[in-house]
């Protein structure tokens, strides 16, 4: 009996170390603080009514954010677009962190 409870364990253990990671196992700690990072749902491109320089809008299953003028950007681990979002001070979210695949830089 401990022999089968032994190989049990080993399996489960090594399947556990063997799956793929998942993207809330390699987001820095600084960007993520309890579930507030995200894969981007979409990208909507916004022109301020004043004029100036084109914006970005991130979303995801948190909410939507506007980026801010060259925020520094972070290589994904999976090679998608990801966000770290919180509810800003003046409303509405503010982007913590920006995770893009190399190819989009």
Partial sequence: MLNILITVSVFAIAA???????????YPHECCYG???????SVTRIVPAGGGDTRLVLT?????????????LRESKDHR????????????????????????Y
């Fill in 60 to 72: 995801s299953k948190h909410g939507a954010a506007i980026l801010p003028p060259d925020f520094p």
């Fill in 81 to 104: 677009m990801h966000v770290c979002m919180r509810p800003s001070l003046y409303g509405g979210m503010g982007v913590t962190c920006v995770f893009m695949p190399p190819s989009m």
């Fill in 16 to 26: 556990y170390w063997w799956t793929p990671a998942k993207a809330h196992e390699w």
């Fill in 35 to 41: 579930g507030d990072c995200a894969p981007v749902d």
